[in-house]
């Protein structure tokens, strides 16, 4: 009579073992890209009322008490704190994208229109593909580095579209200090991504977000002044929009994002952001009533062609996977 015992029972097959993560995954890419879709326009939406400074501490600062319910409870069961050198990639990472990223965007946004601003941070996934491939070794996958092409050139097709005048005599709202800014927050962006990868590996994707947040915050705190000046003379509305911010935006989708990336190559999940511009359309044709251009519909499609490109692998590629999956009893490989 043959065995039953679990010795004898066959492996799991790799693709079945590997489908719950990835569906995971999938599913926090998604509410990533909408959730910091709707950011660009809550940004521009309150911009009158608050500077971009006391706009960044106000966001941070509600996220990092919404997190905090999280992850504290957390760290008091585990008592799993950074020690030594691992607190140097949360400190440049939390300075760089919490603080100074959301600095400079929220200044371009003064300048630039939502849709404008998400256009251009969405250099960031070749960027951060470069880099990735470069420091994290991951490689230049050949979809990647075509779909990673197409999406680009949809951005570009939304951009071009963006920049027309909507009426005769009417000028471009691309000003070069608020492109100035929109490049450099994309460039903070880019290199924090490849600082938080080797994070997101020992520490829970809310952790190493919090972390982060509260060194961005603390960053912030010169603006102090300023945001309670401002909080009292802005209406109702500007004030939950900016608890909006700070919740949905920040404390959720930077943790689906960080949850994310411990699944997916960095490459990888940066190229989804280029969804991100296209979703900004459609919130603001929602929201605000601002019908995209026909360029603007053609280059979202061309995005999101370019990022089912990056998401195919090889045959080589899928080989060497279901091998590593196989080795390791049908589970995935942790990123």
Not at 95 to 106: I, K, S
Not at 157 to 174: R, V, Y
Request: glycine share 10%.
């Amino acid at each position: 009579m043959p065995s039953t015992s679990p010795a004898s029972r066959p492996p799991t097959p790799p693709a079945a073992a590997a489908a719950p993560v990835k569906a995971f995954g999938v599913a926090a890419m998604v509410v990533t890209v909408v959730l910091w879709a709707s950011a660009f326009v809550g940004i521009r939406a309150i911009g009158p009322h608050f500077s971009p400074g006391s706009l960044a501490l106000g966001r941070l600062a509600i996220a990092a008490v919404v997190l905090a319910f999280l992850v504290v409870p957390q760290l008091l069961k585990s008592r799993m704190l950074p020690k030594g050198r691992e607190w140097l990639p949360i400190l440049a990472y939390g300075v760089m994208w919490f603080g100074g990223y959301n600095v400079a965007l929220n200044a371009a946004e003064h300048i630039l229109d939502a849709g404008t601003s998400a256009l251009l941070i969405n250099v960031n996934p070749i960027l951060v593909a470069i880099m990735a491939g470069v420091f994290l070794k991951e490689g230049f996958p050949r979809w990647l580095l075509i779909g990673s092409t197409v999406a680009f050139a949809g951005v570009a097709l939304i951009a071009f579209g963006s920049g027309q005048p909507h009426s005769p005599g009417e000028s471009s709202t691309a000003d070069l200090a608020g492109v100035a800014l929109c490049l450099l927050a994309a460039v903070l962006a880019s290199v924090s991504v490849i600082i938080q990868k080797p994070v997101v590996r020992k520490f829970p994707a809310a952790q190493a977000t919090w972390f982060g947040i509260v060194v961005g915050a603390l960053c912030c705190l010169p603006f102090a002044g300023q945001l309670a000046s401002e909080v009292q003379a802005a209406p109702a509305q500007a004030t939950w929009a900016l608890v909006y911010l700070g919740v949905f935006p920040t404390a959720i989708a930077f943790t689906t994002w960080a949850y994310a990336l411990s699944l997916v190559d960095a490459g990888k999940l940066a190229a989804t952001t280029y969804l991100v511009p296209g979703t900004t359309v459609l919130i603001s044709w929602v929201l605000l009533g601002e019908i995209p251009t026909a360029w603007g519909l053609v280059g979202g499609l061309v995005c999101l062609v370019g990022v089912g490109l990056t998401r195919r692998r090889t045959r080589g590629g899928r080989a060497l996977t279901e091998r590593a999956l196989t080795e390791r009893g049908g589970q995935p490989a942790r990123r």
